[in-house]
């Protein structure tokens, strides 16, 4: 048994972890980074990379089933093989490569390999021949898909996220379960990559929207496309020579059962907390399993323990798992002391088509508050051009002051209007503020613009009869 002494363990080498590391590493030689698994971080193996590649793909052949619209016939058919081919080349050899190179210049006397798990307070067994301890411990340990029993009799034909882009060639047919980020991305790309590909919910909603309008119109225009059930359950599953059966009882009692190739499962993570035995380490952990964290210091409890990245419940996206890490860096080189930070505005994006964006403090968060929603649907004259006017927009400002607080979009190119909206929130800027800036004709931007004016047109409508009520009541 070889035992390890260090002021600083951090577990897991992802965005968040690597994040801790690189602030650690410049006050300490004494810490170590101990990695369960291959390096490389999750967003570079099996998340934003290799599924931004998949659906590039997939827009691609899009382009040739609609050129006919602005007159360019055209024609060709999809190459699995090639597809996931050139997947997993610019993957492997261009991000994972870049964040591989970053881990090999990081001391071994910084590296250990293997499953680490408390077995007291301050002392971690990594493997059966090493223990562990230190005096803080960040828990940046990552997640890994939630399996629900239901799919154990078709576990050789289920996918995840995690193993999607291992496969050889594309299937003929795919049951996607979830209508989550991820379901919706993959689902459509396999869709317009020739798959045939059939879509099962359970809520009947697409979550990153919170506005009821907002949900419907999303629904509506993916289920244009896409073979979607949005509510419902899996009964059962089974396996035979014709594929994976799913058994689906809809919300409406409707029983709909079909064969598929291949069943991708995506519907959550679960984060790997529960494998480290916390309560050896005297965590305090709920009967639901969940353990609370501090968002501003990511320290658990009163312990020297910290937790940052998509082992917690907020946003599993890679700049805030990156500035989770570092919080939870700050707040260890700082204990007993913590160090609250200032948190970035939220920022969601599906790269779905229409793309979904939720920036800033969402319309069921603003329940109880003074607000005037500007909205307009995706018909500025370069969506025209595009011929991509599906979708809304709806900004939120505060009624008495004008400063933007939250949007939510449904459309084209949402995803740029989302980092404007993102940036004018940061800085506090009212809607006036950001309309005396230039918008240039024909972009998408122009809806940006429009959206603010509708939302301050509202906006000097509601002063005046808040005025004339008060009037009235003197």
């Known amino acids: 048994m070889k035992t390890m002494n260090v002021e600083y363990a951090i577990i897991g080498a992802g965005t968040s972890g690597l994040g801790a590391y690189s602030k650690i590493s410049r006050q300490t030689d004494s810490l170590v980074m101990i990695q369960d698994g291959p390096y490389g971080t999750t967003c570079a193996r099996v998340g934003c990379m290799p599924s931004k590649l998949l659906i590039t793909a997939a827009d691609y052949a899009h382009h040739l089933q609609t050129s006919d619209f602005f007159g360019v016939p055209a024609s060709g058919h999809v190459e699995g093989r090639q597809v996931l081919e050139r997947l997993r080349r610019e993957r492997d050899h261009r991000f994972v490569a870049r964040n591989l190179g970053y881990v090999d210049k990081i001391p071994a006397r910084h590296k250990l390999e293997g499953r680490a798990r408390f077995v007291g307070p301050g002392r971690l067994m990594v493997g059966e021949s090493v223990e562990v301890r230190a005096e803080k411990i960040i828990l940046a340990c990552g997640s890994r898909p939630a399996i629900g029993e239901v799919f154990e009799p078709v576990m050789s034909r289920v996918l995840t996220s995690d193993t999607i882009f291992e496969l050889e060639d594309l299937p003929r047919s795919i049951a996607v379960i979830g209508m ?114 501090d968002p501003h210091t990511m320290r658990c409890g009163n312990l020297p323990i910290f937790i940052a990245g998509d082992a917690t419940d907020h946003l599993p996206v890679w700049h805030e798992a990156y500035d989770e890490g570092r919080i939870a860096a700050d707040n260890a080189l700082n204990y007993p002391d913590p160090t609250p930070a200032g948190r970035r505005p939220p920022l969601m994006v599906f790269f779905t088509d229409p793309q979904i964006a939720v920036i800033g403090q969402s319309f069921q968060q603003l329940q109880g508050r003074e607000i005037v929603i500007g909205e307009l649907p995706f018909t500025s004259p370069r969506h025209v051009v595009w011929n991509k006017v599906q979708g809304h927009m709806q900004v939120y400002l505060d009624a008495r002051t004008d400063v933007i607080l939250g949007a939510e979009l449904l459309g084209y190119q949402a995803e740029h209007l989302a980092h404007l909206l993102a940036l004018a929130i940061t800085h506090g800027m009212t809607a006036e503020q950001v309309l005396e800036m230039p918008i240039y004709h024909p972009s998408a931007e122009e809806l940006l613009r429009d959206v603010l004016i509708d939302a301050q047109k509202k906006r000097r409508r509601h002063e005046a009869e808040s005025t004339g009520l008060a009037t009235s009541a003197y």
Do not use: C
Request: glycine share 10%.
């Open 180 to 293: 989550g980020v991820i379901a919706l991305e993959l689902g459509q790309a396999l869709h317009r990559l020739g798959v045939e590909t059939t879509i099962y919910g359970r809520s009947g909603r697409i979550n990153a929207l919170t506005h009821p309008a907002m949900r419907r119109q999303a629904l509506d225009v993916l289920a244009d496309e896409l073979d979607i059930h949005p509510s419902g359950r899996v009964l059962s599953t089974w396996e035979d020579a014709e594929g994976a059966w799913i058994d689906f009882e809809r919300s409406d009692g409707q029983r709909v059962t079909k064969a598929f190739d291949s069943v991708l499962v995506a519907t959550g993570r679960v984060s790997n907390l529960d494998r480290l035995g916390l309560e050896h380490a005297g965590v305090e952990i709920t009967d639901t399993g969940a353990v609370s964290v």
